[in-house]
């Protein structure tokens, strides 16, 4: 009997917590609804932007936007960010549904991929986006077989980045004249004398930045202008054999000390004298070991290095292909806001790279960090060389650096030569650039 | 939140009759015994929590020593992480836990509607494609979600569900959560049919014996399903990452992985510290949900 | 309601000594025969009881469900028309060397690591159901695991467990081995990764302490009255009547293993390395539809991993008709 109207209790208990949470969802999905829906307000054009990063860019950007809004009343920019992986899941999502946001960044090896989906606006004639700052031959340097489709977002090259605190304390310094044998000589011996056990550099040929300029240095193209992998067997080899000679003479650190092929940079910070790098990277790494000093220069060179070897890389973003036609001048305004403003670069700083804009990054220079400085010096240098020609990653490429991650793990795991290594690289990304 | 305040009232009055009423027989035969078991249990329990604790002793290391100093003591302790994470995306925190919870929710009201109903039909009621529809349901539980994401995408898209809980909620209320008809299906089979036929010989048709004799019975089966929806929703990456693009619809997984950049790893204090307190509602409602385990059983009177 | 009550109580304590299951009633709880009259109306009901779930059949699974498979006969890269193709993407699977090593890595962990968490929860469930003070804690806490599984935060813990420096590593170091990473070598990556899985056993535990809840205390009482031992009451009563919870949860398992993503996305980033030795089979689904653009190619897997996970739980389904006893025959 007790029994009995105890089980009804608990029933209706049960029905009661249904129903109360069904009405309070229900209330809560509308107004998710309603905030989904409440942009579309008089006047205002809304502009979708993506990008990626972690908190403090997230953090930067959305401050950044906040004072675009300001300057630009009549239009609603609605960030969508994630970090670098999200990024490109919810990106290939959206692509496929042909629901992309207005303004996005594209991710390196995807550059050419995106195009060939003809996701890219054709940014000649939009009046709200301002390339005032850039010469002719700046402009030219950025289109994509001719068309301008896409703009730098910023820009970095590759280099060799020391702790010069260790170089103190070690009483050491880089050879005069940094040919790729010198450096090998110079890391093999510091590991061999220095007292405290440090290692030389970190096992680094996953490194895509200074294996490129590796390739250009003998006078071939990672990807070729008519979109084909540039490097030849030979060089690739070479260059996984410059590492190996390191890594036998015990002057990196290993696989396992790094946590895999592609070196985690807190392991290994505190236990390398100088590791390769993109120039801008020096911005946040340097904060993971505030007890130390890091500086950077240009990466080695052969005696014979081919002409024009140097290259900038551009980190692009764009316009979406199918942005409404009453989009596309919110949508350059805010490329605009991108490239030219002063604000904007003040809040987000040199971490992602350093702004195309020249002048743009002339006027920041007296507001950088000790650390920043030592970007925009780097990037000058460059700037100055001559640079020959280079082309972007074709469609089908976009996985070739987890391909040579895989040829890499079976050189140091002692299951195949460098030289198979080698040729299986080469086949393996040209297969997947034809089957694209 | 206020939901939760409404349940544990209604457990503790409910409970108060029940309470004296311990389940299992007089355990063990002495205090040796209970000392060794207890051992145990602290023992494995701290074993399995190490992960656990290094994660709450690092949320407390300024972000750049959690990953290169990393033993359990630090040099050095900051709040930091706690109070520079809590607007780090530009919208306070708190808004993402609303979201998650009313996902949450949602999502453990329609499963426990939608899934009750079809696991008794397919468990209890006689009619001919029943084998057929069950074989069905447990198909949909071996495709592996990401050929589907596209074009599910690309559907809730069209019908302007983008930036709505809808995409996230409405399934549910549609029993695709093929498990919990599964795990349904296997309880109620574990109910005597005899209870049914004796309901029917009262005259009492297929709703009243769901109504008052299988939905009853069933609680254990119930609130699994709620303990696991909950959680499951709460955890869910991939769902809210595609549908909700805008900061103040996030729920906490997508604001958690926004925090950590995966190139650099900056940020991976604050992910930390808003990871251990995103912990927290899971663990209470565990916590509150389990000890309705014990007390829906007692009242369910099948003991 | 008293009624009810008694007739439970008779009806559970006859389960343990139920005859062997007739096959027909296994799959659908039906039982074959002298049902007819009511099945025509049964089966209306049964229609309107499965309303809900038809409505989500049709419009929300069914459309994306045959979409994927008809991509799979296509060259489909996401962002241009699908091309009709034939078989080839099932003929390029048989070629496709990192296809069978991803098959060989999903087995292996499908076949450990599936019964290691069902023997582990089943023990701890057993422990936890008995009073013991403190209860809700324990379980809470042996739950945990289960809540950080999926998290961001585990590629960082379980570097700090079994990376070279990492916990494993220092307690060896103790009693003087030197080892390196457990991550890094192909030959342990994947064990870590069941080590994971294991960890994680809360959501089996749970499943089982609901079950073990279903068990009439008065079956243990009689049996002890009896002269039954631990032992026997464990192998005679707990055991016969929980089958049907050990079958859920196996088959439960036993899919999510097959289709087991998460985890190696984390701890490997998302690579499958070293040299493949986690490129679980749904994680290379994921990087030629998601990174390659492929999504022809991995719908085609996605399928056949389907027929797969549907011959074995039908393998298991039959089996069980040995070993599972349901209440309700």
């Known amino acids: 009997m007790s029994k009995s109207t105890l089980q009804d209790v608990s029933r209706r208990n049960f029905l009661t917590y249904a129903g109360v949470g069904a009405i309070t969802v229900g209330a809560f999905a509308l107004a998710g609804c309603s905030i989904g829906g409440g942009s579309g307000g008089t006047g205002t054009t809304t502009v979708r932007f993506a990008w990626w990063g972690g908190a403090d860019r997230q953090k930067a950007y959305l401050a950044g936007l906040d004072s675009f809004g300001q300057q630009n009343e009549n239009i609603t920019v609605e960030p969508e960010f994630g970090d670098y992986n999200a990024f490109q899941e919810r990106m290939t999502t959206q692509m496929a549904a042909r629901d992309v946001p207005e303004v996005f960044w594209i991710p390196s090896p995807a550059v050419l991929t995106y195009r060939d989906a003809s996701i890219y606006r054709d940014l000649e004639g939009i009046e709200t986006l301002d390339l005032s700052a850039f010469s002719a031959a700046e402009i030219d340097s950025f289109r994509l077989d001719g068309v301008l489709d896409t703009l730098p977002k910023s820009m970095f090259s590759p280099v060799l980045r020391y702790n010069s605190t260790f170089m103190e304390e070690d009483g050491v310094t880089l050879p005069e004249d940094l040919t790729w044998e010198a450096l090998s000589e110079f890391l093999i011996d510091y590991t061999k004398d220095n007292a405290n056990g440090r290692k030389g550099t970190t096992y680094g040929p996953y490194h895509d930045m200074p294996f490129e300029s590796f390739v250009r240095q003998h006078g071939e193209d990672l990807w070729t202008k008519d979109g084909k992998l540039g490097a030849s067997v030979d060089t690739v080899a070479e260059w996984i054999d410059w590492w190996e000679t390191l890594r036998k003479a015990g002057a990196t650190t290993t696989v396992s000390e790094q946590d895999g092929i592609e070196a985690s940079w807190s392991l290994t910070g505190n236990k390398v004298l100088a590791t390769f790098a993109n120039s801008n990277h020096i911005v946040d790494e340097a904060l993971a070991f505030p007890d130390y000093t890091f500086d950077q220069r240009d990466i080695p060179a052969f005696a014979d290095a081919a002409a024009g070897y140097h290259f900038v890389y551009y980190s692009r973003f764009a316009m979406y292909a199918r942005a409404e036609d009453d989009r596309v001048d919110a949508a350059g305004e805010l490329m605009s806001f991108n490239l030219n403003s002063l604000e904007l670069l003040k809040l987000v700083g040199l971490s992602a790279g350093a702004p195309p804009n020249t002048s743009l990054l002339d006027e920041y220079e007296p507001e950088a960090t000790e650390v920043e400085k030592k970007v925009i010096a780097i990037t000058r240098e460059i700037a100055a060389t001559e640079r020959r020609d280079r082309f972007e990653a074709p469609a089908g490429s976009g996985n070739w650096r987890t391909m040579f991650v895989r040829e890499l793990e079976a050189v140091t795991l002692g299951d195949r030569s460098v030289s198979d290594a080698a040729s299986n690289f080469v086949d393996a990304v040209t297969a997947e650039i034809e089957t694209a | ?303 | 309601m008293t009624l009810l009550n008694r007739r439970s109580r008779g009806a559970g304590e006859n389960a343990p000594q139920a005859p062997p299951p007739d096959t027909e009633s296994i799959v659908t709880g039906r039982k074959a025969g002298n049902r007819k009259p009511t099945s025509l109306r049964q089966g209306w009901v049964a229609h309107i009881f499965l309303l809900p779930w038809m409505i989500g059949m049709i419009v929300v699974t069914a459309g994306p469900l045959i979409a994927s498979a008809i991509l799979a006969f296509t060259d489909y890269d996401l962002l241009s028309a699908p091309e009709f193709i034939g078989f080839d993407n099932f003929t390029r699977m048989m070629e496709d060397d990192r296809y069978w090593a991803s098959v060989g890595v999903t087995l292996t962990y499908v076949v450990v690591s599936v019964p290691l968490q069902l023997i582990f929860a089943l023990f701890l469930a057993m422990i936890l159901d008995k009073g013991i003070r403190g209860l809700a804690i324990y379980r809470s806490g042996f739950y945990l695991p289960s809540l950080l599984g999926g998290s961001v935060a585990i590629a960082i813990l379980w570097q700090q467990l079994f990376g070279d420096s990492g916990l494993v590593n220092e307690g060896l170091g103790l009693i003087g081995i030197e080892a390196d990473s457990w991550l890094q070598n192909p030959d342990t990556a994947l064990w870590t990764l069941i080590i994971l899985n294991v960890w994680t056993f809360g959501s089996p535990m749970v499943i089982f302490l609901a079950g073990l809840r279903q068990i009439p205390e008065e079956l243990y009482e009689a049996a002890e009255v009896d002269g039954a031992g631990k032992v026997r009451r464990f192998f005679s009563i707990t055991i016969p009547l929980l089958t049907p919870i050990i079958f859920l949860n196996l088959i439960l398992q036993m899919i999510g293993a097959f289709q087991a993503f998460t985890p190696a996305h984390v701890v490997s980033g998302g690579t499958g390395g070293p040299l493949d030795s986690t490129l679980f089979y749904t994680l290379y689904i994921y990087q030629e539809g998601f990174v390659n653009f492929d999504m022809g190619y991995a719908a085609a897997m996605a399928w056949v991993l389907l027929l797969v996970i549907a011959l074995a739980t039908a393998l298991n389904f039959i089996a069980s008709r040995r070993w599972v006893h349901y209440g309700d025959e």
């Open chain 2, 1 to 303: 939140m206020a939901i939760l305040d409404r349940d544990v009232q209604a457990t503790a009055a409910a409970g108060k009759p029940l309470e004296p009423a311990p389940r299992r027989r007089r355990a063990g035969t002495g205090r040796g015994r209970r000392i060794t078991r207890h051992a145990f249990l602290v023992l494995f329990a701290l074993l399995m929590l190490y992960p656990l604790i290094w994660m709450i002793v690092s949320s407390f290391k300024p972000s750049n020593l959690i990953l290169t100093q990393t033993g359990l003591f630090p040099s050095e302790v900051t709040l930091e992480n706690y109070t520079g994470g809590w607007d780090s995306l530009g919208t306070p925190f708190t808004t993402f836990l609303i979201n998650s919870g009313v996902v949450a929710v949602g999502s453990i009201v329609g499963n426990l509607f939608s899934c009750a109903l079809t696991a008794y039909a397919l468990a209890r009621l006689n009619f001919r494609a029943s084998k057929l529809y069950f074989g069905l349901t447990l198909l949909t539980m071996m495709l592996p979600f990401h050929v589907l994401v596209i074009p599910q995408y690309i559907l809730f898209a069209e019908m302007g569900w983008v930036n709505t809980y809808a995409p996230l909620l409405i399934p549910k209320f549609l029993a695709t959560d093929a498990v919990f008809i599964f795990l349904m299906v296997q309880f109620i089979r574990t109910l005597p049919r005899e209870l049914d036929h004796a309901a029917m010989l009262d005259g009492a048709g297929p709703f009243r014996i769901f109504w008052s004799i299988i939905l009853p019975l069933m609680q254990p089966a119930l609130i699994t399903t709620t303990i696991f929806t909950f959680i499951w929703t709460w955890n869910d990456y991939f769902g809210p990452l595609l549908y909700l693009t805008k900061t103040k619809l996030y729920t906490v997984p997508v604001a958690l992985k926004s925090l950590v950049d995966s190139e650099t790893q900056s940020g991976i204090g604050i992910m930390f510290a808003m990871s251990l307190v995103s912990l927290i509602p899971i663990l209470l409602f565990f916590l509150f949900a389990q000890k309705y385990i014990i007390k829906g059983i007692a009242t369910t009177g099948i003991k």
